[in-house]
């Protein structure tokens, strides 16, 4: 698989993209992996000995996954956080930001979409999901074109396989 280290022009249409969810600013390296995925880099190698490295070894990616950057099946282009993106800059993260009830982190971490309250209601497109405490980013989710209704992004090997109290 191709690796790609984004230049200044593809990481600030990146950024320009993460903006909704208030990040102005990635100091590290950022890694295009495949045709969608984005992983950051802060090591101590430069550009050129990544890409030395990787025509020596075949390596699929380097650095830490943080989101996608794609083009969905009506042809417009989303970028959007990974959990681990979420938490790298975290302290960035102001826009979007969707705090669930109790209840409803119960039903997320089963795979269940999210019927939202409507104090919760928000415009369409992607939030960062926060634990009904408020403490910590348990995930990335897709508000409906109602505002009403949350569609999580949760990989399988992450949730529940039922319910408990």
């Given at each position: 698989?191709?690796?790609?280290?984004?230049?200044?022009?593809?990481?600030?249409?990146?950024?320009?993209?993460?903006?909704?969810?208030?990040?102005?600013?990635?100091?590290?390296?950022?890694?295009?992996?495949?045709?969608?995925?984005?992983?950051?880099?802060?090591?101590?190698?430069?550009?050129?000995?990544?890409?030395?490295?990787?025509?020596l070894l075949p390596i699929e990616g380097v650095g830490l996954y943080v989101g996608k950057d794609m083009v969905n099946r009506s042809g417009v282009r989303e970028v959007r956080l990974s959990l681990d993106g979420m938490h790298v800059w975290k302290e960035q993260l102001e826009g979007r930001v969707l705090v669930l009830t109790e209840e409803q982190e119960i039903e997320w971490f089963l795979g269940r979409d999210i019927e939202l309250e409507e104090k919760q209601k928000m415009d369409e497109g992607f939030v960062c999901v926060k634990s009904f405490d408020g403490k910590d980013f348990v995930g990335i989710g897709k508000v409906g074109a109602d505002g009403m209704k949350l569609f999580g992004f949760l990989p399988k090997e992450r949730r529940r396989k039922e319910r408990i109290s």
């Open positions: 698989m191709k690796i790609q280290i984004l230049d200044r022009t593809k990481k600030k249409k990146f950024v320009d993209g993460l903006n909704e969810f208030g990040i102005t600013k990635i100091s590290e390296m950022l890694v295009r992996s495949g045709e969608e995925r984005i992983r950051a880099f802060s090591g101590d190698l430069d550009r050129e000995q990544i890409m030395d490295l990787w025509k």
